[in-house]
C-alpha cells in the first residue's frame, strides 16, 4: 500500500492515508502480542515436558525393585579369585581353597630353519583330535608349506587349537595351543607327507618322529578348588555354577574368603537418581510459574518485576504439588518417606539419604520395599497424567494435561491467525478505496484549477480590451 500512497501527489493525502493504516493495523498488533503470548506458553510447557519425561523415565527403575541387585561379593584376595552375585544369591561366607587354575593344553615343535623357509613342496594336512572326540582336519597348500603359512591355516579354521610362530636364536617353533581350558580340551596331532614331524599323542612328554619332535610345555587340566571343603572341578576359570547366584572368577593358585552380603546400594542409586529428577521438574515448573518483583540493586539501579509465562497457571502449579506430595507424602508399612532418607530441605529441594535408606532398608526390607513401591506408584499417577499414554493394540492414546495445554495454546494461534489474515484483507480493501476516493479527488481539484486559471486568463484578457 505504501507505494500506492507514495504515487499521490498531496503529502497531506499521504500523511492521512499513514494515519489511517496505524488505526488499522492496531486490532492486528493486539492479536499478535496475545499469539507471542500464546507461544512462550506453549514453550514454557515444553521446558516442563522435557523434564517431566525425564523423571518419568527414572522412576521406571525403581518400579520393581525385587529385579533390582541387592547382593555384593567380595573377596579378601581379590588376586587369587574375585566374585559377582545376584539377587539370588544366599549371603554368607565361603572359604577358597586349594585353587588350581584351568590350563590350555600347549606343545611345540623342534627348530625350523626359519618361519617362513619351506619344509617341503607338497600339499599335505594336520588331523587334531581332541579328548572331548572331536576332529578337526586343517588342509596346507603346497604355497602354505611354512611354519607361517602353517599357522595361519590352522588359525583360519578357527577350530579347537590355535598356533602361532615363536622365533628363537637358532630358527623358528610351531607352537599349538587349545583353544580353551579343560581337560577335555587335550588334543593329538596327526600330519601327512612333510607334515608328519608335528604328530603328537596327547598326554606324552614329547613326540619324536624322523622329522622333528614335539614337546608339551603345558597340559590341558580343569581349575579345581575347594568350597568350605567341598571339592569343585569346572573346565573354565570363571565358574557359575558352584554357588547359586554367584559368579566366581578365578585369578591365580592359592585361597581366599569370598563374602555374599545384602547390599540395597543399587537400589540407594535408583532412588537417589529419582530425587534429583523430581528436584528438575519442580524447578523447571517453579521458573516457568514464578513472579519476580521489582528490586533495587543499588541506590541507582532497579530491576522490574518480571512474570513466568505460566505464572497463575493451576494445572502447573497443581503438577508441582503433586509431585512433592507423591514423595514426602508417602507411607506404607508403618513406614514414611522420612525414615527412608527422604527429606525437604530449607529451600523447598528434596534430598535423599543413602545412608539412611541403608540402615532402613538393612532393617527391614520388606517394609521398605513397599514404601519405595507406593512411590514409584505416586510418581507413576502424576508422571502419567502429564505426559499421557500411547494406546495398545491399535487403540487411540490418552491426552496428558501437559499435551492438552499446549494444544489449546496452539488452537488459539491458529485462530488469531486466521483473524489477522481476514483482518488484513480488509484493510487492505479499504485502504484501496481509500487511496482511489483521494486519487479522484486530487485530479477533480487539479481539473477545477485548470479551469479557473483558464478564465482568469480570459476574464484578464477581456478586461484589457474594453
Known amino acids: 500500500m505504501s507505494s500506492t500512497v507514495s504515487a499521490l501527489g498531496s503529502s497531506q493525502i499521504s500523511s492521512q492515508i499513514s494515519q489511517v493504516e496505524a488505526r488499522l493495523q492496531q486490532p492486528i498488533t493486539q492479536l499478535q502480542t496475545q499469539a507471542a503470548t500464546d507461544k ?13 519425561s525425564t523423571l518419568s523415565n527414572s522412576i521406571a527403575g525403581i518400579s520393581n525393585i525385587s529385579t533390582i541387585n541387592n547382593r555384593s561379593a567380595t573377596s579378601t584376595t581379590s588376586t587369587v579369585a574375585t566374585a559377582t552375585a545376584t539377587n539370588t544369591a544366599q549371603t554368607g561366607t565361603y572359604n577358597l581353597s586349594n585353587v588350581t587354575l584351568a590350563k590350555m593344553q600347549e606343545i611345540y615343535s623342534s627348530v625350523q630353519g626359519s618361519g617362513s623357509a619351506k619344509i617341503g613342496s607338497a600339499a599335505g594336512s594336520l588331523s587334531f583330535t581332541l579328548k572331548n572326540g572331536k576332529t578337526e582336519n586343517v588342509a596346507i597348500g603346497s604355497s602354505d608349506m611354512t611354519l607361517n603359512g602353517i599357522a595361519q591355516a590352522i588359525n583360519k579354521v578357527a577350530g579347537g587349537v590355535q598356533a602361532s610362530v615363536v622365533g628363537t636364536s637358532g630358527g623358528a617353533r610351531l607352537v599349538l595351543q587349545s583353544s580353551a581350558t579343560g581337560g577335555s580340551q587335550a588334543f593329538s596331532v596327526s600330519g601327512t607327507g612333510n607334515l608328519a614331524r608335528f604328530d603328537y599323542s596327547s598326554g606324552t612328554a614329547t ?4 622329522s622333528g619332535s614335539m614337546t608339551l610345555a603345558q597340559a590341558a587340566s580343569n581349575a579345581s578348588f575347594n568350597i568350605n571343603g567341598v571339592p569343585v572341578s569346572n573346565t573354565s576359570n570363571t565358574i557359575s555354577n558352584a554357588l547359586s547366584g554367584v559368579s566366581i572368577a578365578l585369578a591365580a593358585s592359592g585361597s581366599t574368603t569370598l563374602s555374599v552380603s545384602s547390599s540395597p546400594g543399587a537400589i540407594a542409586g535408583a532412588l537417589s537418581t529419582v530425587a534429583t529428577n523430581l528436584n528438575a521438574a519442580v524447578a523447571a515448573i517453579a521458573k516457568q510459574t514464578a513472579y519476580v518483583p521489582a528490586s533495587s540493586a543499588s541506590g541507582t539501579t532497579t530491576t522490574s518485576a518480571k512474570a513466568g509465562p505460566l505464572l497463575g497457571n493451576f494445572t502447573a502449579t497443581d503438577m508441582s504439588n503433586q509431585l512433592l506430595t507423591a514423595v514426602t507424602g508417602a507411607a506404607a508399612s508403618g513406614m514414611t518417606s522420612n525414615a527412608v532418607g527422604f ?7 528434596v534430598t535423599f539419604s543413602s545412608a539412611t535408606f541403608s540402615a532402613a532398608y538393612a532393617k527391614n526390607p520388606t517394609a521398605v520395599t513397599a514404601l519405595v513401591n507406593q512411590i514409584y506408584k505416586g510418581l507413576d499417577t502424576v508422571t502419567s497424567g502429564a505426559l499421557g499414554g500411547t494406546g495398545s493394540n491399535g487403540s487411540a492414546g490418552t491426552t496428558g494435561s501437559i499435551a492438552a495445554q499446549t494444544q489449546s495454546f496452539q488452537s488459539d494461534i491458529t485462530s488469531i491467525n486466521s483473524q489477522v489474515t481476514q483482518i488484513e484483507k480488509n484493510n487492505n480493501a479499504q485502504l484501496e478505496i481509500l487511496v482511489q476516493e483521494y486519487s479522484a479527488a486530487e485530479a477533480a481539484s487539479t481539473s477545477a484549477q485548470t479551469t479557473q486559471a483558464y478564465l482568469s486568463i480570459f476574464t484578464s484578457t477581456g478586461s484589457s480590451g474594453g
Open 343 to 349: 527429606s525437604v530441605s530449607s529451600t523447598g529441594a
Open 207 to 210: 613326540s619324536t618322529n624322523a
Open 40 to 52: 512462550a506458553d506453549i514453550s514454557a510447557w515444553g521446558a516442563i515436558q522435557g523434564a517431566v
